[in-house]
């Protein structure tokens, strides 16, 4: 079987969720059949080959989002009209869009996995081409609100944000003849908001053993350790939260409990206050950053999907307090795997009580590990191989002309 996967985030290096997914479902869907990845992206972030996916095949369409003022601001009042939004609208130009038709329409691929938000837009343009496959990391237009209520939430350009990517979302997933998300409750969402003509597929993300091993002692002391890419917002939610609301009052019976930040942008990060206690480490190792962290905090209080932080610091054997929505579709059961707590005062309390605790730590860093074991990437590739082989299966809707395909645009 030939797919072929398209992607805005090239796979590589694994430093992120969406490179981390993105290269599990090539993986996986290689290990069985002849797999292309077209990267419509900055070629300064993409390379010719993945040392671990040698015989996967890699092109890249060059995207320039840096613009003049005028072509930003044309973009942008284009985006209103048409209904998309504008980091879509990016890869979206009628170039790109004829080359990639071009290349699905003599590629004879069997199948096409968009590996969502940015490349979503070719679902509708696709569709009456091959079967396609959304891979959806999280709910959009729940991102949008939450986006909203962080930047603006009368302010008009959020609004209009908001209202593009719940039109984009609907006609993509619509378009798409499979949706797949990584939990339930994401998959319930989509179905409530759009009405799908066939429910969304559940498949869930994993750990990379190989990447996250297992520390070989709890280092004592009181170091907290929180590690994103902080370019997500609900990233810079958490941890805003978490130091303006919840550090306080952790610094009131441990005074001298430090909080550290890893990550993509995390050297950037500003809070309320500038305290010598709040580290920022900026983009590092994270298992070597984490290796002296006493515990781990998901203080996540917006967005959807799964936390591969969550997932990860459990494979670690760190100690975790979480919120609930952060450990959504982990299987993480309070005071058992984790602890999880949802407002300030029970979330500082958790946190304190973790600090000081080593035989909690202990009990809470062995069983954590234990339910890690069930989400090892390996053990999802049946199932990822399964979805888009069915979705092959399906055969091609039929073939338009070219030039009629173009005409059909974005959503």
Not at 79 to 88: L, M, N
Not at 153 to 168: A, G, N, T
Not at 257 to 270: H, K, L
Not at 279 to 298: L, Q, S, Y
């Amino acid at each position: 079987m030939k797919l072929l996967v398209i992607a805005q985030t090239f796979p590589y290096p694994l430093n992120t969720g969406s490179r981390n997914t993105i290269f599990h479902w090539i993986e996986a869907l290689s290990r069985a059949h002849d797999v292309r990845l077209l990267f419509i992206g900055d070629p300064a972030e993409a390379r010719e080959s993945i040392p671990e996916l040698p015989d996967v095949k890699i092109e890249t369409m060059a995207l320039n989002p840096v613009a003049p003022l005028s072509a930003r601001v044309a973009r942008l009042a284009g985006a209103a009209v048409r209904g998309i939004p504008p980091t879509s609208l990016v890869a979206m130009t009628r170039s790109l869009r004829r080359e990639v038709l071009r290349r699905v329409q003599e590629g004879g691929y069997d199948a096409v996995v968009l590996s969502e938000n940015v490349v979503a837009g070719y679902a509708p343009v696709l569709s009456p081409l091959v079967p396609v496959v959304l891979l959806k990391h999280s709910v959009h237009a729940v991102d949008a609100r939450d986006g909203r209520r962080r930047l603006g939430m009368w302010h008009p350009r959020w609004m209009i944000e908001e209202w593009m990517v719940k039109r984009f979302e609907r006609k993509t997933c619509r378009a798409a003849g499979v949706v797949c998300t990584v939990n339930s409750e994401d998959a319930a969402e989509l179905a409530r908001r759009y009405r799908l003509a066939e429910p969304a597929e559940v498949v869930r993300i994993g750990v990379d053993f190989s990447r996250f091993p297992r520390r070989e002692r709890d280092p004592g002391g009181a170091v907290i350790g929180f590690f994103g890419n902080m370019t997500w917002g609900a990233n810079l939610d958490a941890v805003r939260w978490f130091a303006d609301h919840i550090l306080p009052k952790v610094w009131q019976k441990l005074p001298s409990a430090e909080f550290r930040i890893m990550g993509p942008g995390s050297d950037r990060v500003a809070f309320d206050r500038n305290d010598p206690r709040i580290v920022r480490c900026g983009e590092c190792d994270i298992p070597n950053a984490m290796k002296d962290a006493t515990i781990g905090v998901v203080p996540v209080i917006s967005g959807t999907g799964v936390r591969f932080k969550l997932l990860e610091m459990l494979r670690m054997g760190i100690p975790t307090v979480t919120t609930s929505l952060g450990a959504l579709g982990t299987g993480g059961i309070h005071g058992e795997h984790t602890l999880i707590a949802d407002d300030e005062e029970s979330f500082a309390g958790a946190v304190t009580l973790l600090l000081s605790d080593p035989a909690l730590r202990q009990k809470v860093s062995r069983a954590g590990a234990e339910l890690s074991e069930a989400h090892a990437w390996d053990r999802f590739y049946p199932r990822i191989r399964s979805v888009v082989e069915r979705a092959a299966s399906q055969g091609r809707a039929g073939r338009l002309p070219a030039a009629t395909a173009t005409e059909r645009g974005a959503p």
